[in-house]
């Protein structure tokens, strides 16, 4: 089979397909290799999610450390059961805190994990004891509305 | 009934019908192009030449429109955000909005016009001038030697063209709001970096650029081996190429679009 210029010109439009592709998946899509192996699974139920959504990152001291796998709601307990998948790079102590916040004022919705101190560690389908509810604004105001009213009561 | 009522009802059911037919033979068509594409993967520099005329000839052109609709998307998201105060995630309005729609879709346009017209004249053609009925005198089925190559190096540029648009668009939207206009280079970066999501977003936009490429090389192919042979019936084939594969193009989107995000973030 003899060489013309043309597979030169189509290899060369094939290999920069294939480069595009790459820039796409690596400098735009910032794909980090995420392998399901290197990952332990914990719960935590929470009173109230708020806007959390799946895929949402869990943070401990603003590095992420995993995500949001799955969310239900309980008809046990009448609360949202968060799945979590973290890095197994990171260990919790058992007594953990989580809570759900914002990031920046209208930011997307994440849990932060504060570290605590127990000796044992958090292993694969462990709970989360200890769980702070999302930031309701309604909530917020009703409760300020509400001290406030009580302060002009007692004068 | 007055006969010109019954006459036009009866021109609407001929329509109709008619259309339907072609749809059914239209379908039979892309069933027989598959099976009879064996053999020129296996003659895969059949394949290669026509990668040369509709993937590099394009590619001009792919890649100049991907800068400049970048470039465009830059300006007008800055513009926008600028009042919010948010001008650094500009990033992430380009990028997102390339990867998933633009990307995937102007480029389909754009291939549909510049690839599938060409591809219709040139099998029309062939049908018009007997070339077609001479190849099967020969014993070489025109389906396997003309038609399936230039299916299957539609198929495969499509991706790569949507993807090197993509490409641009976003080193367009980089040149004008960083270099020209001054935001921050890291926050452009790493906005896009923290929105665009592999899985959801750059996998998506390469099924459905690949969804797009199927349809536009399997509607510029049947409408030249189905036109008229003659030069009327080669270019009326030639705009109803273009026509309905935009039309299917942006029909297609939705469907994916819908299919693809719903129900994510």
Redesign the interface.
């Given at each position: 089979?003899q060489r013309t210029t043309?597979?030169l010109?189509?290899g060369?439009?094939?290999v920069?397909?294939?480069i595009?592709?790459m820039?796409?998946?690596l400098?735009?899509?910032?794909?980090n290799v995420y392998n399901p192996s290197q990952s332990y699974v914990i719960t935590g139920n929470f009173e109230n999610i708020g806007g959390l959504?799946v895929?949402a990152p869990v943070k401990s001291a603003g590095v992420v450390v995993g995500r949001v796998t799955n969310i239900q709601f309980s008809t046990e307990t009448y609360d949202a059961v968060v799945t979590m998948s973290m890095d197994a790079r990171f260990q919790f102590p058992k007594d953990t805190f989580a809570s759900i916040l914002t990031s920046g004022l209208l930011g997307e919705q994440y849990i932060g994990l504060a570290a605590g101190g127990d000796e044992a560690m958090l292993k694969a389908g462990d709970k989360i004891m200890k769980t702070n509810s999302a930031m309701v604004l309604e909530e917020l105001i009703g409760r300020f509305l509400f001290n406030k009213a009580a302060e002009d009561d007692s004068f | 009934m007055p006969k010109r009522i019954v006459s036009g009802i009866q021109s609407i059911g001929h329509r109709v019908i008619e259309s339907i037919w072609r749809l059914g033979l239209a379908s039979r068509f892309f069933i027989l192009v598959l099976l009879k594409s064996g053999t020129s993967l296996r003659r895969f520099n059949l394949v290669i030449r026509e990668l040369y005329f509709t993937g590099v000839l394009s590619l001009i052109i792919i890649v100049v429109s991907g800068l400049f609709v970048g470039m465009v998307l830059g300006l007008q998201g800055y513009e926008t955000l600028q009042k919010y105060g948010s001008e650094s995630a500009v990033g992430t309005l380009v990028a997102l909005s390339l990867v998933r729609e633009l990307g995937p879709v102007v480029a389909a346009l754009l291939f549909a016009s510049r690839a599938g017209s060409a591809i219709t004249a040139e099998i029309g053609l062939m049908k018009a001038t007997e070339q077609l009925a001479a190849m099967g005198m020969m014993a070489v089925d025109p389906i396997a030697r003309v038609v399936a190559p230039r299916f299957w190096a539609g198929v495969i540029s499509m991706p790569f063209l949507a993807a090197m648009f993509s490409v641009m668009g976003v080193f367009g939207g980089y040149l004008v709001t960083v270099v020209f206009i001054g935001v921050d280079e890291g926050s452009y970066w790493s906005q896009m970096q923290s929105a665009v999501d592999f899985r959801f977003d750059i996998l998506n936009g390469f099924i459905k650029s690949c969804f797009f490429g199927v349809a536009v090389t399997a509607i510029a192919v049947f409408e030249g081996y189905d036109a008229p042979p003659t030069a009327e019936g080669v270019s009326g084939a030639t705009t109803r190429t273009v026509v309905t594969s935009s039309l299917v193009i942006l029909g297609l989107d939705f469907i994916l679009t819908a299919f693809m995000f719903r129900g994510v973030s």
């Open positions: 089979m043309m597979d010109w189509v060369l439009f094939v920069m397909g294939i595009a592709l820039i796409l998946s400098k735009v899509g910032n794909l959504k895929r | -």
